[in-house]
Nanobody, 115 residues
Framework: QVQLVESGGGTVPAGGSMGLSCTAS????????LAWYRQPPGKQRVMVAS???????GYSESVTGRFSISRDIAKNILYLQMNSLTPEDTAVYYC?????????WGQGTQVTVSS
């Protein structure tokens, strides 16, 4: 089992920046991909950014150039740096892990961008 716990989130004005963290614990050797997803109000949950164990990153088109995913392997922490935020970035952000045996989700953290 893997546990993922997000931190960060809150309210930020449009044009501002915010950082999210996700701390992984448990059988972290099982993890192959870590990602951030978000779910805007009334919409489906979608992938925002991902990083593999080899360090390869990927981003959705809507955040490319504004968001950056990174990880601290020694501390087992996944980060998401979000810049140039717009109200359309308002959502619950989830940490997601894909393991050999299972997939994992954090509890989510609310990010609200005020106009």
């Amino acid at each position: 089992q893997v546990q993922l716990v997000e931190s960060g989130g809150g309210t930020v004005p449009a044009g501002g920046s915010m950082g999210l963290s996700c701390t992984a614990s448990g059988n972290i050797d099982d993890l192959r991909v870590l990602a951030w997803y978000r779910q805007p109000p009334g919409k489906q949950r979608v992938m925002v950014a991902s990083v593999t164990t080899s360090g390869r990153t990927g981003y959705s088109e809507s955040v490319t150039g504004r968001f950056s995913i990174s990880r601290d392997i020694a501390k087992n922490i996944l980060y998401l740096q979000m810049n140039s935020l717009t109200p359309e970035d308002t959502a619950v952000y989830y940490c997601h892990g894909i393991g050999v045996q299972a997939i994992y989700w954090g509890q989510g953290t609310q990010v609200t961008v005020s106009s």
